[in-house]
């Protein structure tokens, strides 16, 4: 008895939390630096957005490799992240295709131009005479210039490249030049941009593979933005030696063979650590962070279709699919009633706390909810019943045999376990090639819809298995069957 009420005090505990996960306008969870959100998740089928097909840009018979194609992916969504798109979906599809899907999408343009930046990031000696912005040069990396082309800096004088003002933590004997620090919160005006003969080779100092972390932070003067950036030990030795040896020449930022930012070195970096500063808004601090953080990709990819998905279909879709799901939950649990009696009673119970805890995870993890992921859901409500019918169909029988209440109750969870344990693997084993099939060919329709089926199967397992049997013991254990046998439909 002690055990039971154990189970019960646990199972109360999570109902309760999952109607407070589930409670409209909920702040979400913030503990530390974790946070999380507990608004839905909707896809682009139901909030809108944009959906973009790109393309490896290979030539005709070329084999792209499918590790290429995955670290593409990783790449694009750190950008889309980084720029405020929420939800992003970025799928490889078939053998040389990525599907990208951007719910919620203010600005489509932005999105895109920041996806088009394919290219090699490269660090370039300018000496002292640098070229405008968006000027194509040659340089003595071995790659090809891609076609894309990347936007500029909103900036009208030269930003500077100078030692961060904060020094990093170093090991004994190791100092930050105070003087560099000093330096690093001047600006200077910019240089008039000498042409350069059009035959000229620049030398690549760096590529961006050398950065290990890039941010954007607000100046302590004038309330403008700054970026900082960090080095990797190989290119601090690399950094440090050439902006020694060039204070008060230009070192361009380089993309696809298209100079981005011409920043002049104001100080010594040495210690791995730099600042950007200049005439920088929020917006075309983070355009620039962006594309230092994630600017190389291991192919080139060019945009082949896009389409704008309009919201006011998905709100009509998602009235629909609460309705359906209200009305099925509302057939379920009259059935259960009507044919089960008493246990069907504790059964819906237990299908109600199903329903509250399969929404309360979909929000927590987050799932993305889509249409075809909503039907799994609703699909899933029908199938948590399953292991309820199986388990008191066997207590029936036990209860004819002559078995006491008690004993029934625990036998019919016994015999009818191994057809509820192979029933629900053999649709875990479906939900898994459904969720293969669609994160390998790009389908994340049906890769949404298996997410929510086995999440919805492993929760009625644990509510069928757990609620539904902790339930029926405090509510029936002072019921004699003998005296009520048409409460338990025998």
């Keep these: 008895m002690r055990r039971r009420y154990i ?70 969504e750190n950008r ?40 090699v990031l490269e660090f370039v000696d300018m000496g002292s005479n640098p070229v405008a912005e968006g000027t194509v040069v040659k340089t003595d990396l071995a790659t090809s210039a891609s076609s894309s082309t990347p936007s ?25 030049s105070t003087s560099s620090a000093a330096a690093a919160a001047q600006t200077t005006p910019a240089a008039s941009a000498t042409p350069n003969p059009a035959d ?30 960090t080095l990797k030990p190989t290119g601090q030795k690399v950094f440090g030696d050439f902006t020694t040896a060039n204070v008060g020449k230009y070192l361009a930022i380089v993309l696809d063979k298209k100079v981005i930012s011409v920043p002049k070195i104001d100080s010594a970096i040495t210690q791995g650590n730099g600042q950007i500063t200049g005439n920088f808004t929020y917006q075309s601090a983070n355009d620039l962070a962006v594309q230092l953080r994630y600017g190389s990709l291991p192919i080139a990819l060019k945009i082949v279709q896009t389409q704008v998905v309009g919201p006011t279909l998905g709100q009509d879709s998602i009235n ?27 059964a819906d119970l237990a ?31 029908g199938m948590a019943v399953d292991a309820n019918i199986l388990i008191f169909e066997r207590l029936k ?31 875990l084993i479906t939900c898994l090639i459904l969720f293969w099939f669609g994160s390998n060919f790009g389908a994340s329709l049906v890769k949404g819809f298996s997410i929510t089926l086995a999440l919805g199967v ?10 539904t049997r902790t339930f029926l013991h405090v509510v029936l254990d002072n019921i004699k069957f003998v005296e009520h046998p048409k409460w338990f439909g025998a």
């Design 397 to 427: 029988e036990e209860l004819r045999a002559g078995r006491t209440l008690d004993k029934a109750i625990d036998l019919g969870w016994r015999r009818a376990w191994l057809s509820i344990r192979d029933s629900n693997i053999s649709t």
């Design 320 to 346: 629909k699919s609460e309705r359906a799901g209200i009305i099925g939950l509302l057939v379920i649990i009259l059935f259960m009633v009507l044919y089960y009696r008493l246990p069907g009673f504790v």
């Design 200 to 229: 000229q080779v620049y030398h690549t100092v760096m590529t961006g593979d050398q950065l290990s972390s890039v941010t954007v932070s607000a100046s302590t003067v004038g309330g403008q933005y700054e970026i900082n950036f």
């Design 152 to 176: 500029t800096s909103a900036t009208t004088n030269s930003p500077t490249l100078a030692a961060s003002t904060t020094a990093a933590p170093t090991t004994a004997g190791a100092t930050q």
């Design 7 to 76: 189970n019960l005090a646990l199972t109360l505990i999570i109902l309760a939390a999952a109607i407070w996960a589930n409670v409209p306008g909920n702040p979400g969870i913030s503990i530390g630096s974790f946070n999380r959100s507990l608004q839905p998740v909707l896809g682009l089928d139901l909030r809108g957005g944009l959906q973009v097909l790109m393309q490896a840009d290979v030539t005709s018979g070329t084999v792209v490799n499918p590790a290429d194609l995955q670290t593409a992916v990783t790449i694009l």
């Design 458 to 467: 492993i929760v009625s397992l644990f509510t069928a298995l757990f609620v």
């Design 80 to 119: 889309a992240n980084a720029l405020g798109v929420s939800e992003v979906s970025l799928q490889v599809a078939g053998s040389n295709r990525i599907v990208g899907q951007f719910p919620g999408l203010k600005d489509p343009e932005q999105v895109l131009a920041v996806l088009k930046e394919t290219g």
């Design 351 to 381: 299908l109600l706390m199903y329903a509250l805890v399969s929404f309360a995870l979909f929000k927590l993890i987050p799932v993305t909810l889509t249409l075809p992921g909503i039907a799994g859901f609703v699909l899933s409500i």
